[in-house]
């Protein structure tokens, strides 16, 4: 028994001894790693990173710290007065001072900032942003819209416009009578600018009467009320076609007014007729030396008065006689007198043509073959005349005329077209392309087709013989007005048509001016005996 409790004995420290080193080892490497891994963090941290974070939190609780400072301080102040403690140093004094004149600063431009800050951020300047428009795409719906638009926007201008001029013409006697003896006397007393104002005063009170729903109408000139067309909601083809051809007219026509008012007041001011910028000139400094020595009341008068006459009285005897505005109504001959820039080209060039006309009569040198084709008491413009030639030949020797017939001045080069010829069944006849020519007893049309110079293809009707002239449209399918002329002969049985021409109105004018030129004559000249 006690060896057996001997070997136990034994046996468990010695399991102890053996357990105790173990943990020892454990605990070394244990460290061991510890060490290594403290080793390794050093290696990786920046010592100097650190301090500066360390420093800016420092910074950070010094500031909350202060603004706390400052908070309490206010909310001391604000709080009700308590009785006085004891007196503080001097020092301690002197900063709350400072700190008191810090929190009223603050507390001012809090409340400037309130007050007027809205206006001060108005007067910040800013780039200004540059926004563009998008442009709606062409539509014939829209077209038709805005044109109704723009006819509605403007007849307030035109039925006021139309009342002044029905005033100014004595439309109505009773009404104009009236009007006159109204203003004569405001302008006599010195109250025609107040008059004017009370007036402007009336139509808004009668504007708003009509807007509140009254039916007031009053008008001098009766007021013609255009039907109302309903807008289509589909248009064909030829519809759209003609509306954009009426819109570019009217557009063109607009336009065309307009540049010829602006054009002649630039040349009004630049001198290009100085007659009429003469006058303007000595008109503006009498007005600038009667504006220096009269005094304004007077001249106000002056000006009320000459208005009045002129408006009700001078203005209606022009229009009633038209030659005596003619021959003394200024400013009307000075402004129909100025010219446009088309009209001052149309002039430098007749300059230039006359001076090389000039230029070529005072030429000494003559050349005998000249001398011998001329004959005398011929000039020199009737020889370049009667020599007018076209591609082909001369001009006589192609519709075997006389040599006196030429092309007048607006159809020197001819008006393109195509002759159809209703008569002929074969489709060579039938149309001919070619050029159109008006003299003064003759119309021809000499054919592209026509190889020679005197060619059966060419056509000469004399003016004489037309018994119709109309515009004419070839296809009534197509929109607009045609570009067709039709004349009417005894030698045929259906009218010719000179078709596809650009310039139709132009040729139709002049061929029907120079067919009653010639119809109003009592004999016509005899042609060449062919």
Not at 15 to 35: Q, T
Not at 110 to 136: C, N
Not at 276 to 283: F, P
């Amino acid at each position: 028994m006690g060896v057996c409790r001997m070997e136990d004995y034994t046996f468990d420290s010695f399991e102890l001894l053996f357990s105790g080193a173990v943990d020892k080892v454990k605990s070394h490497k244990s460290n061991l790693n510890l060490k290594e891994e403290l080793r390794k963090l050093r290696e990786e941290t920046n010592v100097d990173s650190l301090r500066q974070e360390l420093e800016r939190e420092r910074s950070k609780r010094i500031d909350l710290e202060q603004k706390m400072n400052e908070v309490l301080k206010t909310r001391l102040e604000d709080s009700p007065p308590q009785p006085p403690r004891k007196q503080q140093s001097p020092s301690n004094n002197g900063t709350a001072d400072k700190q008191q004149k810090e929190v009223w600063s603050s507390r001012l431009q809090k409340w400037l900032y309130e007050r007027f800050g809205v206006y001060i951020e108005d007067f910040r300047f800013q780039p200004e942003e540059s926004t563009v428009e998008a442009e709606e795409p062409l539509s014939a719906k829209r077209l038709t819209e805005n044109m109704r638009r723009l006819k509605r926007g403007a007849r307030p201008v035109t039925n006021f416009l139309r009342n002044l001029s029905a005033l100014s013409n004595w439309h109505s006697v009773y009404t104009s009578a009236i009007a006159f003896i109204i203003y004569m006397n405001a302008a006599w007393h010195g109250w025609a600018i107040p008059m004017l104002l009370f007036l402007a005063i009336l139509r808004l009170s009668l504007n708003y009467l009509i807007a509140r729903g009254w039916r007031i109408q009053w008008s001098i000139v009766p007021e013609v009320s255009e039907p109302m067309e309903p807008p289509k909601e589909d248009l064909t083809v030829s519809e759209k076609f003609q509306l954009v051809l009426d819109v570019a007219q009217k557009a063109q026509n607009l336009f065309g007014k307009m540049a010829d008012v602006l054009e002649k007041i630039k040349n009004l001011f630049m001198w290009v007729q100085p007659e009429s910028t003469r006058k303007l000139y000595i008109c503006l400094w009498v007005a600038f030396i009667t504006s220096c020595v009269l005094p304004y009341k007077l001249m106000g008068f002056m000006i009320g008065l000459y208005a009045g006459i002129k408006f009700f009285i001078i203005d209606f005897l022009f229009k009633s006689c038209p030659k005596l505005r003619d021959k003394y109504d200024t400013p009307y001959i000075v402004w129909n007198s100025l010219p446009t820039d088309p009209q001052l080209k149309e002039r430098t060039n007749a300059n230039v043509s006359r001076r090389l006309s000039a230029s070529e009569k005072v030429q000494p040198v003559v050349s005998r073959s000249s001398l011998a084709t001329v004959p005398c008491g011929v000039s020199r413009e009737e020889e370049t005349g009667r020599s007018h030639s076209t591609k082909k030949g001369a001009f006589h020797e192609i519709f075997n005329l006389l040599e006196s017939e030429r092309p007048l001045a607006v159809c020197e080069n001819g008006w393109r077209c195509c002759l159809i010829n209703r008569d002929r069944k074969m489709p060579t006849d039938y149309i001919r392309n070619g050029v159109l020519y008006v003299t003064e007893n003759y119309l021809c049309f000499e054919s592209s087709s026509s190889r020679s110079s005197s060619s059966k293809k060419n056509k000469v009707i004399k003016l004489v013989d037309i018994t119709d002239i109309q515009k004419y449209k070839v296809l009534s399918v197509l929109p607009g007005s045609g570009m067709g002329i039709s004349i009417a002969t005894p030698s045929t049985q259906k009218p010719l048509v000179f078709g596809a021409m650009i310039h139709r109105d132009e040729a139709f004018e002049a061929i029907f001016t120079q067919y009653m030129k010639i119809m109003t004559t009592t004999k016509p000249p005899a042609s060449a005996e062919l």
